[in-house]
């Protein structure tokens, strides 16, 4: 198998097909719906709350909720009540069961249920999503995170709608460090190498530190990617805002480092500083014009056409063209 990660891959360009980027569409589809921008910031509490949900929902963007200290069942009747889609987190234990036992009290049911657990394939997730299936039918489950295609065939077999891939390739992870599990360091093919199995859509989590990383993912087979520090330094984001040396910063940290947990145990996430870089609005938008441009240099007019481009790998002086898969 050929291993590799996003800073050793280069898309190769196809002729223009349009006389200005802007004709390029980025959006996609998930779960029903289309989307802005193939991109969702990381459901960390660093990174989204519940103003910033609101503020993606209603302006084209997919989001999903962290489950830390939130009341599921408030955040879906809120969103609902403004007469947009609900997207939460869940875990695999006894509060989560009671939380979606206590939505279908209220008849809420939410349009996206993301199970996010730090080794999803397992029977607990085969669990969850059969009790949601057999509950709330109409929901679009998201199951995760996995790094082997035989965890995506399991979790698809299960009934999951989606699937999120990525096993420590976060930028406060340290899972690698303490597990020596994971597709940190090669998360691209780690990709590539699910997405060859997959028959339904595939969520890249972690490991976006250029915006062509977006590309690269949905080159080899994403179909949407979730990023956490790109997203955490905001002026919005949720993270407390720290100075050092005059300089601003936000705190972003991993949801299984101490600082999420409360307590020091199974820790496999850390705290970083994001020097503060503007507005997420101004962000989100050059990410959709990056993305139009990579559209463009695919050849196509549309986020798909990007996946049907040849590629180099860049391994020192041997590098390698790759014809399409
Ligand atoms: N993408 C990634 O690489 C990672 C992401 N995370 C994120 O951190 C957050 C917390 O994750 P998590 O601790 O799973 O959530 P929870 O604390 O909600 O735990 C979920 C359940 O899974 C069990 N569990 C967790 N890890 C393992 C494992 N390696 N083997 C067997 N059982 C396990 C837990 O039991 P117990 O705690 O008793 O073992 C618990 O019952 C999530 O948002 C997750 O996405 C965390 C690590 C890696
Ligand atoms: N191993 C861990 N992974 C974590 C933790 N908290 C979040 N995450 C994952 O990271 C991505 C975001 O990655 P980034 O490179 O864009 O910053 C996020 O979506 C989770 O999957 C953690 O504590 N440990």
């Given at each position: ?51 910033i949900c609101i503020w993606l929902a209603q302006n084209g963007y997919f989001y999903v909720m962290h489950r830390f200290d939130l009341d599921n069942v408030q955040f879906t009747a809120d969103m609902h009540a403004k007469g947009l889609y609900a997207s939460i987190s869940l875990g695999v234990k006894k509060p989560d069961y009671d939380t979606v036992d206590q939505l279908l009290a209220k008849g809420l049911i939410p349009e996206y249920i993301t199970i996010d657990i730090a080794h999803g394939h ?204």
């Amino acid at each position: 198998m050929e291993i590799f990660d996003y800073d050793n891959i280069l898309l190769l360009p196809r002729k223009c097909r349009v006389e200005s980027r802007s004709e390029c569409d980025a959006g996609v589809e998930l779960g029903g719906r289309t989307f802005r921008l193939p991109v969702v910031p990381a459901n960390m509490k660093t990174v989204v709350d519940e103003t910033i949900c609101i503020w993606l929902a209603q302006n084209g963007y997919f989001y999903v909720m962290h489950r830390f200290d939130l009341d599921n069942v408030q955040f879906t009747a809120d969103m609902h009540a403004k007469g947009l889609y609900a997207s939460i987190s869940l875990g695999v234990k006894k509060p989560d069961y009671d939380t979606v036992d206590q939505l279908l009290a209220k008849g809420l049911i939410p349009e996206y249920i993301t199970i996010d657990i730090a080794h999803g394939h397992a029977d607990s997730v085969k669990n969850m999503i059969e009790y949601l299936k057999a509950k709330m039918p109409a929901s679009f489950i998201i199951a995760g995170n996995v790094g082997t295609p035989e965890a995506v065939i399991d979790l698809e077999n299960w009934g999951a709608d989606a699937t999120k891939v990525g096993i420590g390739p976060g930028k406060v992870c340290i899972t690698k460090l303490k597990t020596g599990f994971g597709t940190g360091g090669w998360q691209l093919s780690a990709l590539k190498w699910c997405a060859r199995v997959a028959t339904k859509p595939i969520i890249a989590d972690g490991g976006i530190r250029d915006h062509g990383d977006i590309a690269k993912s949905v080159r080899f087979g994403a179909s949407m990617v979730m990023i956490g520090s790109l997203f955490a330094g905001h002026e919005e984001s949720p993270g407390q805002t720290v100075e050092v040396d005059g300089r601003l910063y936000k705190e972003y940290y991993g949801s299984a480092s101490d600082f999420n947990k409360g307590e020091y145990k199974h820790v496999e996430g850390k705290r970083i500083l994001e020097p503060i870089k503007g507005k997420l609005a101004d962000t989100l938008i050059e990410m959709e014009q990056d993305v139009q441009s990579s559209i463009s240099y695919s050849g196509g007019k549309k986020l798909m056409d990007i996946r049907k481009v040849n590629y180099v790998t860049l391994g020192g002086t041997n590098a390698a063209e790759h014809l399409l898969m």
